[in-house]
T-cell receptor
Framework: QKEVEQDPGPLSVPEGAIVSLNCTYS??????FMWYRQYSRKGPELLMY????GNKEDGRFTAQVDKSSKYISLFIRDSQPSDSATYLC?????????FGQGTRLTINP | ETGVTQTPRHLVMGMTNKKSLKCEQH?????MYWYKQSAKKPLELMFV???????ENNSVPSRFSPECPNSSHLFLHLHTLQPEDSALYLC?????????????FGAGTRLSVL
């Protein structure tokens, strides 16, 4: 079993749609959950960072963590063409770091 | 800008060449990382340095040789690479290498091995 699984997509939605991106993980010791966004020809940049179960909101973005199900999500409301990028989940424990494969997202005007 | 600068941005090299990738961070961090990013694969952590000491080497072939002269600079020396080594090489830094620290990435070096 992979330590983290993320649907690689590609995912294509119309502008204004709600987007849901997900990762599942296998190790209950993981404590820190991050979503990074990576535009073409750029490095990943941090979008959201959480360390507890529940929701965290920042503008149009909401990160959700369900530790009991070992499942994290990133929701994008009112999606814009500028949100077109690859989204990576990065999950950490005290000593270990694991990465999702990345979901390639395209928002069509 | 993330505060992490990588040079060169693009590199084409033959299998017999020797080249080096450079990473510099201006964030006052103590940990630096090299990653390999290939198409349709998760990020692969290659090396970790914490306070200039190498703390992790994820079974990376010896044709990749890292160097960390101080906490702000990280190099990746390349020699006799293979075509399958073509990828985006990312450098990152964080406050230290403990879990929970946010990593800041550079823009990467796109490496092509002919």
């Amino acid at each position: 079993q992979k330590e983290v699984e993320q649907d690689p997509g590609p995912l294509s939605v119309p502008e204004g749609a709600i987007v849901s991106l997900n990762c599942t993980y296998s190790n209950s010791a993981f404590q820190y959950f991050m979503w990074y966004r990576q535009y073409s020809r750029k490095g990943p940049e941090l979008l959201m960072y959480t360390y507890s179960s529940g929701n965290k909101e920042d503008g149009r973005f909401t990160a959700q963590v369900d530790k009991s199900s070992k499942y994290i999500s990133l929701f994008i409301r009112d999606s814009q063409p500028s949100d077109s990028a690859t989204y990576l989940c990065i999950i950490q424990g005290a000593q270990k770091l694991v990465f999702g494969q990345g979901t390639r997202l395209t928002i069509n005007p | 800008e993330t505060g992490v600068t990588q040079t060169p941005r693009h590199l084409v090299m033959g299998m017999t060449n020797k080249k080096s990738l450079k990473c510099e961070q201006h964030l006052g961090h103590n940990a630096m990382y090299w990653y390999k990013q290939s198409a349709k694969k998760p990020l692969e952590l290659m090396f970790v340095y914490n306070f200039k000491e190498q703390t992790e080497n994820n079974s990376v072939p010896s044709r990749f040789s890292p160097e960390c002269p101080n906490s702000s600079h990280l190099f990746l020396h390349l020699h006799t690479l293979q075509p399958e080594d073509s990828a985006l090489y990312l450098c990152a830094s964080s406050q230290d290498s403990r879990g929970g620290n946010i990593q800041y990435f550079g823009a990467g070096t796109r490496l092509s091995v002919l």
